[in-house]
């Protein structure tokens, strides 16, 4: 069974960058296309961006396009998201998640100040 761990969300200002990471223990991750998820505060979870399992290719939704990148370190067993030119409507709580799967970590916070 798979356990995901996110990390490296925060507070940042509009325009700011974070990078999250999802660590992956108890099965390597390297066969499995793996998503990044957000959550806002009284909104649905919605889907951010995925990754197949070699690395390419990758999907992100329209509106990350351009400023959020999905990459993998199947060496690592962690899935990352490299997020440029945050924007306030990007605050919400970021999952990972083995896609298809009820695998989810716990999630992490970003929030971006105007």
């Known amino acids: 069974q798979v356990q995901l761990v996110e990390s490296g969300g925060g507070l940042v200002q509009a325009g700011g960058s974070l990078r999250l990471s999802c660590a992956a223990s108890?099965?390597?991750?390297?066969?499995?296309?793996m998503g990044w998820f957000r959550q806002a505060p009284g909104k649905e979870r919605e889907f951010v961006a995925a990754i197949s399992w070699s690395g390419s290719p990758t999907y992100s939704t329209d509106s990350v396009k351009g400023r959020f990148t999905i990459s993998r370190d199947n060496a690592k067993n962690t899935v990352y998201l490299q997020m440029n030119s945050l924007k306030p409507e990007d605050t919400a709580l970021y999952y990972c998640?083995?896609?298809?799967?009820?695998?989810w970590g716990h999630g992490t916070q970003v929030t971006v100040s105007s």
């Open positions: 998640n083995v896609l298809g799967t009820a695998t």
């Open positions: 108890g099965r390597t991750l390297s066969r499995y296309v």
